[in-house]
């Protein structure tokens, strides 16, 4: 007894969190997974193997909606890494200036939209954009830019950028309250250090500040990764589940959704759903161990 | 002891509810017109609660672009309502088939409504029908009277005098001349390609032929209209690509733009809010005294859960919604939305009347899409929005547009191939 024994305090501390995230999470997608095998014939569901993948990506109509679906997802991805992160790790270092004054109000002000509705944020940036009833085209004619004024919303061109712009405006709070808590955490005495050695300004940024946060930043990477593959709040609310116009603003999450729901008189299909949403799952799967086996193992982590 | 009181108050309760259940039975209305919520309330549930003591109804809508996804996982998890508020075709159709709606040839009120009106809620031979038609809706076109007067203009009659007029409208500059967007991209197809469609493809003629596969999308009579289409963008607001359908809505009941191409549901919000005096007018026809068809299309019905508890009382529900009198009540509450029942409703909206005449001066047809031909991948409505909202944009030109959807519809349906 006194040799093997268990140590039950762990079991009982970890049982609830794994029996919920069972319950709601792991059960869920192995039943996805499991669905996407099968089919539906006269109301009875068939085992089918690999054939709705064959279908997804071997039927000419269904390949084209899934990769311009995944294109548009990378899109979505790269404004989000190229405009958001670095707004959000510039801003994450002016607060931390120590001279700056009201940094608290500035920073709550930048994170309020990460709290918002994806409804509200989609509602509010229509109106924003509306050409009838919007006050961009009123405050563009203001500065005398009236002509550069689009209908960016309902051009095929521009409506995914936009939408992405407007992600960017609403989850840029995130990136920099984590780069804002990394650097916080850099004791004093190194920047100090460096003072003696003649680093200052932008250059301790760059040589010291800027090592020291990477471990946060490939976190934010992975989180904007995670999110924007799963996105579709943001473009249900705001152009439909079309997707439109013309299925340029169509990501996964939306294919997804239209597939496997249905749409109008388009009667919805949870097989082929399943089969987009594992595949949705293999490709975040995919980046996800990319990063943590290429890229997390190979930082440098540094111990004060 | 106290195990055995909670025991026994427990079952007290049950038996409690149970025998207030059986007095009160409370049936639940699935459906997506929450636009009529109130009238449903205030109106027609009032009018069957009083005659029918006993049977509580509640109406519980969803958003219209998400009713039938709702709907569908409700009924997979069981939690659907008693009444379940119908499509036309397929969508209901696969609901009788899956077993999720019940028969209801057999009810009584089923007489009152002729075979046409039954089609959309039939089996394809007609053997069962499942559920009780309520109401057809007409496209047209719903123009401002007094911007009409003051530019000088007469309702239009034929094509080339539609675009007189919008020409009018365009040189005057005051109003818009047509109030549409194609940002949510349904309007585009719905009242635009199947509004002015039918006096193309000469309406039943055309449509039944294309479901026979003695016509195709690649017909002029089935491009032509996209030809119209394409002409339309001309005439709409500024950055009408991101016009959304409540945009064009308040922009025609404000007041800044002349016409409307509608649909006859739009009558009861449009009565309420527009301060000046509107028309209504027909889609337009190729030549003056050409024949003339209209979408007069089975749009709503209501059917019954198989899975409910409450049959019996849905059943009453049901022959009620049947009735002359829920045909006289739902027509004067909701102008617009026209009996299938073949008693003679009166109506007084004089818009809803200016509508329902077209039945008796064209020939009515439904939307080309709806029955049988939106079976399959890809989905032939889905399609005719996108092409649609592409032609006015110009991103399309009409005949690519029409060989599109054949070629997608051609891929699945066999008589096309």
Known sequence: MGNSRIKWHIIVFLAPAVLVYTAIMIIPLFNTLRLSLFTEVDQERIYVGLQNFRTLFGDERWSASFWNALGNNFWFFIIHMLVQNPIGILLAAILSHPSLRFAAVYRTAIFIPTILSFVIVGFAWKLILSPIWGIAPDMMDAVGLGSLYQPWLGLEETSLTTLALISVWQFVGIPMMLIYAALLTIPDEILEAGECDGVTGLAAFWKIKLPLILPSIGIISILTFVGNFNAFDLIYAAQGALAGPNFSTDILGTFMYRTFFGFQLQLGDPYMGSAIASAMFAIILIGVCIYLFGIQTRMRRYQF | ?417
């Open chain 2, 1 to 417: 002891m106290s195990i055995k009181k909670l025991g026994a108050t427990l079952l007290a309760t049950t038996i409690l509810t149970g025998a207030a259940s059986a007095q009160e039975v409370t049936l639940t209305i699935e459906s997506w017109r929450n636009d009529d919520l109130l009238l449903w309330q205030d109106v027609i549930i009032p009018a069957f609660e009083a005659e029918n003591p006993g049977i509580n109804i509640e109406f519980t809508p969803s958003a219209p672009a998400e009713y039938n996804a709702v709907l569908n996982s409700k009924l997979d998890a069981g939690s659907a309502g008693d009444l379940i508020t119908c499509r036309p075709f397929d969508a209901s159709l696969a609901l009788y088939d899956s077993g999720n709606l019940a028969d209801l040839s057999d009810l009584d009120a089923m007489e009152n409504f002729s075979s046409v009106a039954q089609s959309a809620w039939q089996t394809d031979d007609g053997s069962a029908t499942f559920c009780v038609p309520m109401a057809s809706v007409i496209h047209g076109f719903i123009y401002n009277a007094d911007a009409f007067e003051e530019v000088g203009v007469e309702v239009p009659t034929t094509v080339d005098e539609f675009f007189a007029v919008l020409d009018a409208f365009e040189e005057d500059g005051g109003y818009i001349p047509l109030a549409m967007g194609t940002n949510d991209q349904w309007e585009a197809a719905t009242m635009g390609y199947n509004n002015i469609g039918p006096n193309y493809w000469r309406g039943e003629e055309g449509r039944l032929a294309l479901i026979a596969g003695e016509q195709s999308l690649t017909d002029e009579a089935w491009v032509a209209p996209y030809r119209q289409l394409a002409r339309w963008g001309a005439y709409m607001g500024r950055g009408f690509e991101a016009q959304t359908y409540p945009d064009s809505q308040n922009l025609f009941t404000l007041g800044r733009a002349a016409i409307y191409p509608a649909g006859s549901w739009e009558i009861t919000g449009f009565n309420g809010l527009a301060e000046f005096e509107m028309g209504a007018f027909r889609p337009p026809v190729q030549n003056a005294g050409d024949d003339c068809f209209i979408s007069d299309h089975t749009d709503i019905a209501i059917g019954m859960n198989a899975a409910t508890e409450n049959a019996e009382e849905a059943r009453i529900f049901l022959e009620w919604v049947g009735s002359e009198e829920f045909a006289t009540i739902y027509a004067n509450a909701l102008p617009g939305f026209f009996s299938l029942s073949s008693f003679d409703v009166p109506m007084e909206d004089p818009l809803a009347q200016e509508f329902v005449s077209w039945r008796g001066e064209c020939e009515s047809s439904i939307r080309s899409t709806y029955q049988i031909l939106s079976r399959g991948t890809p989905n032939l409505e889905n399609d005719t929005w996108n092409a649609s909202a592409q032609v006015i944009r110009g991103a399309e030109t009409p005949e690519d547009a029409g060989a599109r959807l054949q070629e997608g519809l051609a891929s699945w349906y066999e008589p096309q191939q």
